[in-house]
Every structure is written in structure tokens, then in C-alpha cells.
């Protein structure tokens, strides 16, 4: 127990009684915080099976943690989820936090739960942009640190460089000389081993298991204080209704107990608890009392927010609410008023779409719903575009249909300068693509930071880059790379806004009417540009039916055949054979469309189309000097 000595010294006095007052808990509340894909939670699972939760030979699937469908089709982390092991007599309640920096909002609730952290960190890559984004926010947090550097069974691990990289990050972000010190092990989280050094062998996870409870502190929580608990995240339950999660801050809780909701405004609301949860595992159990420390789900309490404090109605302290960073992006949700409206979808109505996205909000405190210029759009702000992405994509899973358009950039303004957000962009490519990748990155207003040469001729560049720049630069990425490239970026802050930069260079295929799909017309069109329509397909007046070559809209017939006639032709005619068509993804079509496109979601397809459906309309727009077709009615 010598890290757990030094933390309560570290401490002021005041923390130092409190700890004393909480060394009997044997409790750990404890974050895995980590790049995309660098292993959280395989090694989760791993920890599952080695403490003693599954019984011997039984079937347990992978990645119990990701239980969305869209984090199981993705292999990412998207919403942070809490479990909890039993370990020497000691509860860890472990809190899988995402790794993109989209959903930072995720990582910053869920931190407000932990008392320690897991730096994971692959043995191949190293820190990435987003490995310093979650860092950055434990580091604030003032969290104990200890650094696992995963899959170092990898033919290209380099965990000595890895380790220097890891403490440049540390002493660049600020960590106190404690966090600088942190302790650190070589694991193979999909084997479950863990070792103290990476020439080791090793069998299992128990060194990573014990240095869990050495050396991360106990909760620095008062059990003879008041009742105090911090709400840090929300769930819904169809038999208990709203659920509250969160760490008891102070005192203890019993089920049953009447107590206070604090809000943002001071305003009280009281509440009964109906029903008190703690996890066990990937799940909840019932729980008569919990004691200070632990993490919570309360039942019985409907009007409740993230960052609302729970106490009794003796002594209503509020806690300091969770704070998050500002909304990077912002998308136009509309509803679906194109001629297919209604037939796919069940849920089409813009009052049944706000009503949505107010319930997001509640949910995810990064978040931001605005009203739009009419009462038929919305204004949505967050982090990034693939965070509004799996926004859509949940939506229209859930039966809605609705329009959305083109990502674009919140500036701010200070002293009469407008300011955008900058982005610090890594890229690991092969050699040979990396002057194409420079190149375009330097039109769009990008700066070279850094430059590295690696061992299997690949290049890794660092990059300072305007967030608007990264807006449909993926896609354009992965083609100039081979599909062997890989980009990943996170915020840097805010800087002068550094000029404008060409966009699209491509123009768009524009249905002029509507009917269906010939696969005559479609051949003829091919030699105008790339085709998103198959034969057969149902099209209408505004709808994109394909990229076109030049930089400049065309207007064209997809619904046009051959014309027939009663003289037979001195030949055959000829097979029509089309160049087969990748299917449309919302990820896809957000990077392709342009400030005067929207996509048309539904449940069971995605289209493109130009806002202003009518050609004639979009021609009186225009002549008008209309800038911002954005804001414009179909």
C-alpha cells in the first residue's frame, strides 16, 4: 500500500482527515481512458474473466462493454458505461470511457466518477491527438495515473519510444511531479497478461489488478458528512422510468430515503428513491444502502439533469456542476419535405424530431438544440461531424425521418477578429503518398508541425489544420493513400481565422424530374461523372443522382428511354452494362454535400438532394445574390 501512503501525503490536511475517515472503504472508482482502437475494451473483458465474474467454461461474448449496436458494428466506444469487479476484498468500479474526441462530452462526465486512471496506449502508434485529449482532461481532474502500453506482441511494437512519448505528453500537459511518476506496465490485453516489463512473460492480469488498488487512492469522500451525490450521467428504464448515475460525493444513501434535487438555477425539487442500484459486473443489483464513494443508479426521480446535485433537504449543498467544452460544429435538422416523405419513415413530423433532440441533450451534455429560421429546421452544436453522424444514424434507426445539412464551423469574435477552431491532425502514411497529403493539406490553410520518418516506410506528419479544412477531407484522403492511410485529430483551441481555401471541386448530377431510374439514361450518364442511382430506383426534381466531373451543377433526365420505333435495326442492339454503384453512407454523404445540399434520412434509405428542390428556385435564389442556401425552405 505504499502509492496509497504517498497520495494521502501528497494531499492537503483537509483531504488527508478525509481519507483517514474513508480508509476502511474498499473502494476504486477508476477510468480507462485511451486512443480509438488501442485495446479499452478487450482489456475489460480480460479483467471480467480473471476476477472471478464468469464461472469456469462459460460462454461469455466479446466486447461486453460496447453494448450499442452501433458500437459493436463500428468497434468503437461511443457512450462511457460503468462495471464493476471484486478484487483482494476490494470493489473497482471501472468506467469505459470513449476515445474519440467527439464525444469528449462522454469522457468529462464520466471522469467526474473516477478517482484514478488507466492510460492505455498501443505499442505500435503511441499518443495519439485523441490519447492527448483524454489525458489532458484526467490530468485537470487531478486523477493518479497509471500507464498500461498495450499489444506489444505486435511485429512493429517500439514500447521504449512509446514510454519517452509518454512522458514528453505528461511533462507537455502540465501533470504534477505524482502524475509524472506514475507507475507503469506491458500488456497484451486480448491475451489477458500484464508485465512489468516487456522482455517478461506473462500469465495473467493480477500485477495490473493490484496495482488497481495499490496505488490509485480510495475515494477522498467524508461518511459522517450530509448525503451528496453528483449526477453524472442519466439511463431510462420502462419499469422504474428515469435513472440517475453517479458517485456518492459525501454520506450515504438508503432506498426509500426522501431527498432534494438541486438545479442549475438553485431551484429544489423533491424526490423519493424508489429503487437504489450499484453495479455488479456489466450490471446492477439491488441495493438496500450505499455508502460514500461508490457509484450509484437512483430510480424515482423524473425532472433531473447531468450536473444536478443530490442531498437531503437538511442540508441542500450544491456540488460544482459538470462543465464541458464548447460546441465545435453545428447541423441543420429539418424534417423530410421531399416528394417521398412519409413512406418510409414513422416518425416525420419537426415536432416529433425537436422533441428528440431535446431528449438527447439530456443525455449527452455536449449537445446544444437551438431553434432554426423557421419552424420546421433546428440548429444542432457539438463536437465534431462524426459525433452528429451517430446522432443521425441513432435516429433513424429508431424510425425517423428527417433532412440534415452540411457540417459547418462555430466562430468566435473577439475584439473585432473572428476566430476558428484548430485542430491538431496526425497522419501516419506510407512514403510515397505523403507530398499528395502535405499538398492538399497546406490549400486548406494547414501547417506542417512535424515530420518522422519510420522503419516500414511510413511517414507520420503532425499537422495544424483549420476544423473546416477536415470537413469531406477523409474520404479524399483515403483515396489519395490507397486506402492505407490513417488520420486522427482532436482540438487544439481557437486561432485568427486564416483565410479561405477552394471546397468541392466537383459538381452534382441533379434529377429534373420525377419518376423512376432508367438504366438507359443512367449509361448515357455516366460520361458525365460518378452515378449514386441504380435502375430501378425511384428519383425526383432536386434529388443528387451523382458527382459530377466538372466543378459546376448539371441538371439531367435519369428517367429518359430509348425511343422505339416499328423499323428493325440492321444490327443488335447493344447490352447496357453500368459501372456498379457503392451503396450511399451517412458518413459518406456528409463529406460530399455542399453549403446548398441536404441528405434525406429515413430508416431505410439515404439520398442526397439540393435544398431548394425546384430548378427554377434555385435559379431565382441565385440571381437574388443569396448566399447561404443553407437557410432556405425546400
Given amino acids: ?15 488527508a482527515v478525509k481519507m483517514k475517515k474513508t480508509n476502511n472503504i474498499p473502494i476504486r472508482n477508476i477510468a480507462i481512458i485511451a486512443h480509438v482502437d488501442h485495446g479499452k475494451t478487450t482489456l475489460v473483458d480480460a479483467m471480467f474473466r480473471q476476477s472471478g465474474l464468469f464461472r469456469e467454461g462459460q460462454a461469455v461474448d466479446e466486447r461486453l462493454m460496447d453494448s450499442m449496436d452501433l458500437e459493436r458494428e463500428r468497434g468503437i466506444t461511443i457512450a462511457a458505461k460503468n462495471c464493476a469487479i471484486h478484487w483482494r476484498d476490494t470493489k473497482i468500479n471501472i468506467i469505459d470511457t470513449p476515445g474519440h474526441a467527439d464525444f469528449g462530452g462522454e469522457v468529462e462526465r464520466a471522469l467526474s466518477m473516477a478517482d484514478g486512471a488507466i492510460l492505455l496506449v498501443d505499442a505500435s502508434e503511441g499518443p495519439l491527438p485523441q490519447t492527448r485529449f483524454v489525458l489532458d482532461k484526467a490530468l485537470k481532474s487531478g486523477l493518479a495515473i497509471i500507464v498500461v502500453i498495450n499489444k506489444i506482441d505486435r511485429a512493429d511494437a517500439r514500447p ?23 507507475p507503469c506496465l506491458y500488456a497484451v490485453g486480448r491475451q489477458g497478461i500484464a508485465m512489468k516489463s516487456p522482455v517478461d512473460k506473462g500469465e495473467n492480469l493480477h500485477l495490473l489488478l493490484d496495482m488497481m488498488i495499490d496505488e490509485i487512492p480510495g475515494p477522498s469522500a467524508d461518511p459522517e458528512a450530509p448525503f451528496q451525490m453528483l449526477v453524472s450521467d442519466l439511463g431510462y428504464s420502462d419499469y422504474l422510468g428515469r435513472l440517475a448515475v453517479g458517485r456518492v460525493v459525501n454520506g450515504s444513501v438508503e432506498s426509500r430515503k426522501n431527498l432534494v434535487c438541486l438545479k442549475e438555477d438553485g431551484e429544489q425539487a423533491p424526490l423519493k428513491i424508489s429503487r437504489l442500484q450499484v453495479y455488479s459486473g456489466p450490471g446492477l443489483k439491488d441495493a438496500q444502502r450505499a455508502d460514500a464513494g461508490d457509484i450509484v443508479v437512483l430510480s424515482g426521480i423524473e425532472n433531473v439533469h447531468i450536473g444536478d446535485t443530490i442531498c437531503t433537504d437538511e442540508t441542500p449543498i450544491a456540488l460544482p456542476r459538470i462543465r464541458v467544452d464548447e460546441p465545435t460544429v453545428f447541423m441543420r435538422f429539418a424534417g423530410n419535405t421531399s416528394p417521398l416523405a412519409g413512406m418510409e419513415g414513422k416518425l416525420v413530423q419537426a415536432s416529433r424530431i425537436y422533441a428528440r433532440l431535446v431528449k438527447e441533450t439530456l443525455m449527452n451534455v455536449s449537445i446544444r438544440v437551438e431553434a432554426g429560421d423557421d419552424r420546421e429546421s433546428f440548429i444542432v452544436k457539438g463536437r465534431g461531424e462524426f459525433q452528429m453522424a ?110 479561405d481555401f477552394p471546397g468541392r471541386f466537383t459538381g452534382s448530377l441533379v434529377s429534373d424530374r420525377q419518376g423512376k431510374a432508367v438504366a438507359f439514361a443512367l449509361f448515357n450518364l455516366e460520361a458525365r461523372g460518378k452515378l449514386f442511382t441504380r435502375p430501378g430506383e425511384v428519383v425526383y426534381e432536386g434529388m443528387i443522382i451523382g458527382e459530377r466531373n466538372r466543378d459546376t451543377d448539371l441538371n439531367v433526365n435519369p428517367c429518359k428511354t430509348k425511343q422505339l420505333s416499328n423499323m428493325r435495326a440492321s444490327g443488335k442492339d447493344e447490352a447496357v452494362t453500368l459501372t456498379p454503384v457503392t451503396p450511399m453512407t451517412l458518413e459518406k454523404a456528409i463529406q460530399f454535400i455542399g453549403d446548398d445540399e441536404m441528405i434525406e434520412v429515413t430508416p431505410k434509405s439515404i439520398r442526397l438532394r439540393k435544398t431548394i428542390l425546384s430548378a427554377h428556385g434555385r435559379k431565382v435564389f441565385e440571381r437574388r445574390g443569396a448566399v447561404d442556401l443553407s437557410s432556405a425552405c425546400a
Fill in 1 to 15: 500500500m505504499t502509492g496509497f501512503v504517498i497520495s494521502i501525503n501528497n494531499r492537503d490536511t483537509t483531504a
Fill in 160 to 182: 521504449a519510444e512509446v514510454l519517452d512519448e509518454i512522458y514528453s505528453l505528461l511533462i507537455d500537459l502540465g501533470a504534477t511531479d505524482r502524475q509524472i511518476e506514475c
Fill in 390 to 499: 451517430i446522432l443521425v444514424e441513432t435516429m433513424r434507426r429508431e424510425g425517423f425521418e428527417l433532412c440534415v445539412g452540411r457540417p459547418q464551423v462555430i466562430y468566435r469574435y473577439e475584439n473585432g477578429r473572428r476566430l476558428e477552431p484548430i485542430e491538431d491532425l496526425l497522419v501516419n502514411c506510407e512514403a510515397a503518398y505523403s507530398g499528395i497529403v502535405t499538398e492538399k493539406l497546406l490549400q486548406r490553410k494547414g501547417t506542417l508541425v512535424r515530420m518522422e520518418r519510420q522503419d516500414n516506410d511510413r511517414t507520420r506528419l503532425a499537422f495544424s489544420v483549420p476544423s473546416r479544412a477536415l470537413i469531406g477531407f477523409r474520404d479524399e484522403f483515403l483515396t489519395d493513400t490507397r486506402g492505407t492511410g490513417i488520420m486522427n485529430s482532436a482540438l487544439a483551441g481557437y486561432e485568427p481565422y486564416r483565410g
